[in-house]
Every structure is written in structure tokens, then in C-alpha cells.
């Protein structure tokens, strides 16, 4: 099953682009949030709970999902331990795919080159 997420920073801003690309990408459950990314997010949290193992969780952008680089990789490294795949629209990125796990793992690797400069 495609699983979306979608979500706004504020209540002024708007869900529908978002929507509209998730379902023309074949999501069939879709969880919706207006909060910013540094809050609690309780759909984020279904959207978890929700996932089983050969969905796929599809967001518009990756700035969507993840607060931060290493929040993003621990989040897709989650859904990997569970045996769900991930896919952003925008980025270009799909874990179904060898190129898609590539780039993921590039990401995945400045990310921990980062963190080990900093710890330096």
C-alpha cells in the first residue's frame, strides 16, 4: 500500500497541492499535517504506527517529512528495518529502486561525514 504524508508548517498555508500529487502517485491513505516541523506531530505519529512491512511511504518533498539531514536518514532507515520503502516526488528519490537506494545511501553518507567533522 502507498501511504502519503503531507504537510504544512502553518495554518495558513495549504495542503491541496500536496494532496493532489500524493493521489495521482497512487496513495490511497493519506495523513495530513499543519504543524511545523520542530512540534509534536500526532499524524506523523499514525502514519508510523500505520506502516507495515512492503508499503511504501510517499511524501511531495523531502523537507516534508524529516526536520533535519540525520532526522530524514533515521527516519528512512526506520521504515527500512520494517520492510517499508520510501519515495519523494520532488527529490526524486524511490527506495524501490537500486538508483533510488544509491542516492539515499550518498545522502545517508554526508550526512555522517558531517556529524564526525563536527565531533572533531
Known amino acids: 500500500m502507498k501511504i502519503g504524508y503531507a504537510r ?3 495554518k495558513d498555508q495549504n ?3 500536496q494532496i493532489e500529487a500524493l493521489g495521482r502517485n497512487g496513495c490511497t491513505k493519506i495523513f495530513q499535517e499543519t504543524k ?3 512540534k509534536e506531530r500526532p499524524e506523523l505519529e499514525k502514519m508510523l504506527e500505520h506502516t507495515r512491512e512492503g508499503d511504501v511511504v510517499v511524501v511531495w518533498k523531502l523537507d516534508r517529512l524529516g526536520r533535519s539531514l540525520k532526522h ?3 527516519m528512512v532507515s526506520g521504515f ?3 520492510g517499508v520503502e520510501f519515495i519523494s516526488l520532488n527529490d526524486r ?3 524501490t529502486t537500486v538508483q533510488g ?3 539515499f545511501n550518498i545522502f545517508a553518507s554526508f550526512a555522517e561525514f558531517e556529524r564526525e567533522l563536527i565531533r572533531e
Do not use: C, G, Q
Request: glycine share 0%.
Open 72 to 74: 530524514l536518514i533515521d
Open 15 to 17: 495542503l491541496e497541492m
Open 101 to 103: 537506494r544509491l542516492t
Open 8 to 10: 504544512v508548517s502553518t
Open 93 to 95: 528519490i524511490d527506495t
Open 80 to 82: 527500512r528495518d520494517k
Open 36 to 38: 511545523s516541523a520542530v
